[in-house]
């Protein structure tokens, strides 16, 4: 979940495979095992305070354009191919 163009709280997922061409690491990125007792528990709630401060800042009347920057558009575009 994003807020105010930063990252808040979500998982960490290896890129889709049709970045494997385009994006290339400069190292191996080593994650520490989760000990969390329930870590979807714990995403849950972050997520849901992310999203009632978005929905609570934004209003419904917003377009995408007004949203999002246009790098951001971009990224979605090319993302859900639309």
């Given at each position: 979940e ?21 994006v ?20 849950q ?38």
């Amino acid at each position: 979940e994003w807020l105010a163009g930063v990252p808040k709280c979500g998982e960490y997922k290896s890129l889709p495979a049709h970045f494997n061409d385009r994006v290339k690491p400069e190292k191996e990125l080593r994650l520490p095992q989760l000990t969390l007792k329930d870590p979807e528990q714990v995403l849950q709630r972050a997520r849901k305070i992310v999203q009632d401060t978005r929905d609570h800042s934004l209003s419904n009347d917003l377009t995408p354009e007004q949203t999002f920057s246009a790098d951001e558009l971009e990224q979605l575009y090319t993302a859900f191919k639309w």
